[in-house]
Nanobody
């Protein structure tokens, strides 16, 4: 069973930055892709960004130019650098990883609160 552990959430003022981390219990090369979802209060979970095993990245339109996903292969960790944060970025951020056969693993989530 793969474990994903997120960290780095917290309280920040609008315009500020945070960096989220997602540490995997397995080699990140064993995943087709890893990424992040965001769940705002009272809303459904929405995809934010992903990075493939080949290093290709994709972003939701709402975060393009503000968020950057990256990875450290040696640490089996994926990061989400979040800049120019807005109050609407508030919520729980979940890390996920995909494997062949449709397998998906989730982290427990980390809370981000952006004050106006």
């Amino acid at each position: 069973q793969v474990q994903l552990v997120e960290s780095g959430g917290g309280l920040v003022q609008a315009g500020g930055s945070l960096r989220l981390s997602c540490a995997a219990s397995a080699s990140i090369f064993s995943f087709n892709a890893m990424g992040w979802y965001h769940q705002a209060p009272g809303k459904q979970r929405e995809w934010v960004a992903s990075i493939t095993s080949g290093g290709s990245t994709n972003y939701a339109d709402s975060v393009k130019g503000r968020f950057t996903i990256s990875r450290d292969n040696a640490k089996n960790t994926v990061y989400l650098q979040m800049n120019t944060l807005k109050p609407e970025d508030t919520g729980v951020y979940y890390c996920y990883s995909n494997r062949n056969g449709g397998l998906r693993y989730w982290g427990q989530g980390t809370q981000v609160t952006v004050s106006s």
